[in-house]
């Protein structure tokens, strides 16, 4: 039980660390005291969610320390709203358990929306990441800064066209936190994924690509 719980926090600190979410403080701009003219508060939305407060007044009135940090806060998102958002994306087995989608950040330019999905299977713990980055070269998108311990090049054939490379990553710590991830690119769409599995169990030797496989949903 203690084994899970430090899992599902570990997912936990993952998702909270690709998300930036800046703070707000409200703001108030008074006149001289002995002038005549009314006190005006400028206040944009403190008590509001971050993802649809809109600003109040002109850039001009809004102080520059209240304005949020880059990037976009976490918001879950259901299956059908992923799907319009990552073409080929994650296929989640119908028999994984605590499925929660979360855009972390949205399109911008040529990047599309990084999309993120934790879930539980064959009870271990797993959070994927899939997001449009064309180019032709595998990128990471994990956001997992690990000293590696091992580290394997292998090929899948359910994704893509066939052949896919896929990069496996090991950092195995035997009296704690161990990590097993997965990268992977998609010439034909432009799709990068990862697949990280979290846990304080042995994963030396671990495979993960049956699991990547079944991600496709082929």
Same mark, same amino acid.
């Given at each position: 039980?203690?084994?899970?719980?430090?899992?599902?926090?570990?997912?936990?600190?993952?998702?909270?660390?690709?998300?930036? /979410?800046?703070?707000? =403080?409200?703001?108030?701009?008074?006149?001289?005291?002995?002038? =005549?003219? @009314?006190?005006?508060?400028?206040?944009?939305? *403190?008590?509001?969610?971050?993802?649809? $407060?809109?600003? +109040?007044?002109? $850039? +001009?009135?809004?102080?520059?320390? @209240?304005? %949020?940090?880059?990037?976009?806060?976490? @918001?879950?998102?259901?299956?059908?709203?992923?799907?319009?958002?990552?073409?080929?994306?994650?296929?989640?087995?119908?028999?994984? %358990?605590?499925?929660?989608?979360?855009?972390? *950040?949205?399109?911008?330019?040529?990047?599309?929306?990084?999309?993120?999905?934790?879930?539980?299977?064959? @009870?271990?713990?797993?959070?994927?990441?899939?997001?449009?980055?064309?180019? !032709?070269?595998?990128?990471? &998108?994990?956001?997992?800064?690990? !000293?590696? +311990?091992? !580290?394997?090049? #292998?090929? &899948?054939?359910?994704?893509?066209?066939?052949?896919?490379?896929?990069?496996? #990553?090991?950092?195995?710590?035997?009296?704690? *936190?161990?990590? /097993?991830?997965?990268?992977?690119?998609?010439? +034909?769409?432009?799709?990068?994924?990862?697949?990280?599995?979290?846990?304080? !169990?042995?994963?030396?030797?671990?495979?993960? #690509?049956?699991?990547?496989?079944?991600?496709?949903?082929?």
């Amino acid at each position: 039980m203690m084994k899970k719980k430090i899992a599902v926090a570990m997912i936990m600190v993952l998702s909270l660390s690709l998300a930036a /979410c800046g703070k707000k =403080k409200d703001s108030e701009k008074k006149t001289e005291a002995n002038t =005549k003219t @009314n006190t005006e508060t400028v206040t944009t939305g *403190t008590d509001a969610d971050p993802t649809t $407060a809109e600003s +109040t007044g002109s $850039a +001009t009135e809004t102080p520059a320390d @209240n304005t %949020e940090a880059a990037g976009t806060p976490a @918001n879950n998102v259901s299956n059908d709203e992923v799907s319009k958002l990552v073409e080929d994306g994650f296929v989640i087995p119908e028999e994984a %358990e605590d499925v929660r989608w979360t855009v972390l *950040t949205e399109a911008t330019g040529e990047s599309g929306a990084l999309v993120q999905v934790e879930f539980v299977y064959d @009870n271990k713990h797993y959070v994927a990441h899939e997001q449009k980055v064309g180019g !032709e070269e595998l990128v990471d &998108i994990s956001g997992m800064y690990y !000293e590696w +311990t091992g !580290e394997h090049d #292998r090929t &899948i054939d359910k994704w893509g066209d066939g052949e896919v490379d896929l990069k496996e #990553r090991i950092s195995y710590n035997p009296e704690g *936190t161990s990590v /097993c991830l997965s990268l992977w690119f998609d010439k +034909t769409t432009g799709n990068a994924y990862s697949l990280a599995m979290i846990t304080s !169990e042995d994963v030396d030797g671990y495979d993960m #690509r049956p699991l990547v496989e079944k991600l496709s949903g082929k």
